[in-house]
């Protein structure tokens, strides 16, 4: 596995797509949602498939061999 990618907030969340794309995993818009539909992306170890879930601190995110934990 990759090292993690620490993802500090500044406000009280993100959304999954806006995140993917923010540290690097996904390059569009389009992209992040295709990995959010097509079940690849873990928050919390369960499969995501809301494109716009508020990603809150705590959450651990899983796609690609890669994982985010979020912090504040």
Same mark, same amino acid.
Request: include cysteine; aromatic fraction near 8%.
């Given at each position: 596995?990759n090292?993690?990618?620490?993802?500090?907030?500044?406000?009280?969340?993100?959304?999954?797509?806006?995140?993917l $794309?923010?540290?690097? !995993?996904a390059?569009?818009?389009?992209?992040?949602?295709?990995? &959010?539909?097509?079940?690849?992306?873990?928050?919390?170890?369960?499969v995501?498939?809301?494109?716009?879930?508020?990603? $809150?601190?705590?959450? !651990?995110?899983?796609?690609?061999?890669?994982?985010?934990?979020? &912090?504040i």
């Open positions: 596995m090292p993690t990618i620490t993802f500090k907030l500044s406000q009280e969340f993100i959304p999954l797509i806006q995140l $794309k923010y540290v690097g !995993i390059n569009t818009g389009s992209e992040a949602s295709y990995l &959010v539909d097509s079940g690849q992306v873990l928050c919390n170890n369960f995501e498939t809301r494109k716009r879930y508020k990603v $809150k601190q705590g959450d !651990i995110i899983l796609v690609s061999n890669r994982k985010i934990e979020v &912090v």
